[in-house]
């Protein structure tokens, strides 16, 4: 396929999407991983769409406000989300009662937990199975599924949430601003994670630096509600009226 060619899939891909990962481009495209980075390079460089980890947007667009399939998240990134992910589990203790909100985030928590004593509860569908598998008791909320992100949403999961009194909670995040607070694209899932924040004697949103200066559509938690799990922020031009943890960031 010859470069003009690769370019227009790649640019109707994303007038379509919003969003592409080099994963799938490689796909659709039969290249290999070093030739679709080499044309998003060269089509950010024209100005036609915006490089990120893992990927590309649409130029305008932000990855904090739309929700977008869970195989293009999981894509982008990666190394931030791990160091965030792995520091979170550390912080799960023996005999703590856990909620676990849905995401490509949390998710890789699940991994990285070394306390076998613990109860989890999630409105992830495939966090629910991983936190079986590892053996942990897990408790699924009932709700809606939304297909795209994978998560149990809902009026029904909003009130199943009450009877439950967490020790820790994780939550996933689309845009942090202290002006805004902690948002996200879908008023369900806010609902969802608004409630899930009142029933935890602690909470932390986990945040790559891609949500950072970032307002989605809802608001779910004001910046003081949790603690914010991110990596190395600059200080000279960030500033959170919150308790930041900075974990170290992969070069």
Do not use: W
């Amino acid at each position: 396929m010859f470069t003009e060619e690769r370019f227009n899939i790649i640019l109707q891909e994303l007038k379509v999407k919003g969003i592409v990962s080099v994963t799938d481009l490689v796909k659709l495209l039969d290249a290999s991983e070093s030739t679709v980075r080499r044309d998003l390079n060269a089509l950010d460089n024209e100005g036609l769409l915006k490089k990120i980890h893992g990927g590309a947007i649409a130029i305008g667009e932000s990855t904090s406000k739309h929700d977008y399939k869970v195989n293009v998240r999981q894509s982008l990134n990666v190394d931030e989300k791990y160091e965030i992910a792995k520091y979170a589990a550390s912080l799960i203790e023996e005999g703590d009662v856990i909620y676990l909100d849905a995401g490509t985030t949390t998710e890789l928590i699940i991994e990285f937990i070394d306390a076998k004593n613990i109860t989890v509860v999630t409105n992830g569908i495939v966090h629910a199975k991983k936190l079986l598998e590892r053996g942990f008791k897990t408790f699924i909320l009932g709700g809606e599924v939304k297909a795209i992100t994978e998560a149990i949403i809902g009026n029904t999961t909003v009130e199943e949430l009450k009877k439950y009194n967490f020790s820790k909670g994780f939550f996933g995040v689309n845009g942090v601003s202290n002006q805004s607070g902690y948002t996200t694209p879908d008023v369900n899932e806010a609902m969802v994670k608004a409630q899930a924040i009142k029933m935890c004697r602690q909470s932390y949103v986990l945040a790559d630096q891609s949500k950072l200066e970032k307002v989605s559509f809802i608001t779910f938690g004001a910046i003081a509600d949790s603690i914010l799990i991110t990596t190395k922020i600059d200080r000279n031009n960030i500033s959170y009226d919150t308790n930041v943890i900075e974990v170290i960031k992969i070069d």
